[in-house]
């Protein structure tokens, strides 16, 4: 079995022992039952431990609220106050509120001892527990005024954000921590703020770590598509689509078939077909259409007659054709006319 080094100077299961020791046998079988201190570690409802002793939910949620007021009212309780000091000086060195997300993995990486822990952060006058909502995860805090400069400034962060910004960390971090006013300088470093985003349910990272709104499907890759995205974005410029399927493969280790990446890539409006199989993204200004269609569409926001080098040359910034392609369709009469200087315009 793995064994997992403790980051505490305490040993949380002896610890447990100690304070659930007074208790008669159904309220310490409750208790641990419900917190996931027994050997399978699993946390158990109301539900099913009211089966196993034929009584309510409501009467087994009285029997555990009972059992930890006389918890805290008992010798045993008061004998580990340097237990209870010792978290409360981890989650002020963690920011004085933390995901419990992050909060627990960083004492133990073991699951029960992790239960162990929010067991204590239950007990501890010093810990307020915020259950999660639609912005944040659930968290722990020991300073009310810290926890409401982070939830503000997470909220405004959020409300800075367009829905298709992709946002690199290091930026993200420092348009972070521009909304953190009057917080010590001790807290405002780049490890902090990770944290701290963390916290929230409305910001987020996809797989190459930008940030963004985390209901953008830039963040939130659900599909061949938005990864394809992802990895022309990084590109930063047209590719085949066997290319981006193979790009997909190697960034993400999804395995994704040619014909598959072509079909996603047809059917979204982020890209565009600019050539034989190649693909540009539409926020590039690459325009769909043939041959034809481009060269009328640049005549018409150019407005004035131009120059065959210079079509061609914003042609082949929109779309992947050849240049003699460009030249057979300038040199159809029906749709542009060479005037004496040898400037194009429609006809």
């Not at 006058?125 to 982070?150: G, L, N, P, Q, V």
């Not at 929230?200 to 939130?220: C, F, V």
């Not at 034989?276 to 690459?286: K, P």
């Not at 079509?311 to 004496?340: D, G, H, P, Q």
Request: hydrophobic share 35%.
């Amino acid at each position: 079995m793995k064994q997992f080094m403790p980051t505490t100077s305490f040993k949380p299961k002896k610890v447990t022992q100690k304070i659930i020791s007074h208790l008669h046998s159904r309220a310490s079988d409750v208790i641990m039952n419900r917190f996931g201190l027994t050997a399978d570690g699993r946390r158990k409802t109301l539900e099913e431990i009211g089966k196993k002793y034929n009584i309510t939910r409501e009467r087994v949620r009285q029997i555990e609220d009972a059992a930890i007021n006389l918890i805290k009212k008992s010798d045993a309780y008061k004998n580990e106050q340097a237990v209870f000091d010792e978290l409360k000086q981890i989650v002020r060195n963690l920011g004085s509120i933390v995901a419990e997300h992050e909060l627990l993995p960083h004492i133990s990486k073991d699951k029960s001892t992790q239960n162990h822990i929010n067991f204590f952060l239950v007990l501890g006058d010093a810990f307020k527990k915020h259950r999660e909502d639609e912005h944040f995860h659930t968290r722990w805090s020991i300073d009310d005024t810290m926890t409401e400069k982070i939830h503000d400034a997470l909220r405004k962060l959020y409300a800075s954000l367009k829905d298709e910004d992709l946002i690199p960390e290091t930026e993200m971090i420092k348009k972070f921590l521009e909304h953190l006013k009057d917080v010590a300088e001790q807290y405002k470093n780049e490890e902090m703020a990770k944290r701290w985003l963390s916290m929230s349910k409305t910001i987020s990272k996809n797989p190459l770590g930008e940030w963004g709104k985390a209901t953008s499907p830039n963040i939130r890759t659900r599909g061949i598509k938005d990864f394809a995205y992802l990895v022309m974005r990084r590109h930063g410029s047209p590719m085949h689509f066997k290319e981006v399927a193979d790009s997909i493969s190697k960034i993400f280790g999804k395995k994704t078939h040619y014909a598959t990446c072509h079909n996603e890539l047809i059917k979204d409006p982020r890209f565009v077909l600019v050539g034989r199989g190649i693909y540009a993204l539409s926020e590039w200004g690459y325009k769909a259409g043939i041959a034809r269609e481009v060269i009328e569409d640049i005549l018409k926001r150019a407005g004035e007659p131009m120059g065959k080098e210079e079509i061609i040359k914003r042609v082949m910034k929109e779309r992947y054709f050849k240049k003699n392609t460009i030249l057979v369709n300038l040199a159809n009469s029906k749709y542009f006319k060479k005037n004496a200087k040898g400037l194009y315009a429609l006809a």
